[in-house]
Nanobody, 115 residues
Framework: QVQLVESGGGLVQPGGSLRLSCAAS????????MGWYRQAPGTQRELVAR???????NYLDSVKGRFTISRDNAESTVYLQMSSLKPEDTGVYYC?????????WGQGTQVTVSS
């Protein structure tokens, strides 16, 4: 069965860094478009960054220059490197994989930015 498993979340001080990982199984990872989303309490889930199967990327305006999405097709893993973290980056971060009508989500990993 298909699984997307996120890891790397945690508590970090403002200005700090974290790297999230999402390991995929049960899919041909290299052909999937992958994305990272986040959801803060009381808000809608929003797209943070995505990377296509061909490596094109795009980002939420508020994270441009601070976050970098990348993928390792040999490891079936997508990463989100987050730097200069702010309290407003706090939320549950979800990995998503899409190909046509196929649409899979991970269970999420909590990121808390607080002093």
């Amino acid at each position: 069965q298909v699984q997307l498993v996120e890891s790397g979340g945690g508590l970090v001080q403002p200005g700090g860094s974290l790297r999230l990982s999402c390991a995929a199984s049960g899919i041909i990872f290299s052909v999937y478009n992958m994305g990272w989303y986040r959801q803060a309490p009381g808000t809608q889930r929003e797209l943070v960054a995505r990377i296509t199967s061909t490596g094109n990327t795009n980002y939420l305006d508020s994270v441009k220059g601070r976050f970098t999405i990348s993928r390792d097709n040999a490891e079936s893993t997508v990463y989100l490197q987050m730097s200069s973290l702010k309290p407003e980056d706090t939320g549950v971060y979800y990995c998503r994989g899409r190909l046509g009508s196929s649409d899979y989500w991970g269970q999420g990993t909590q990121v808390t930015v607080s002093s």
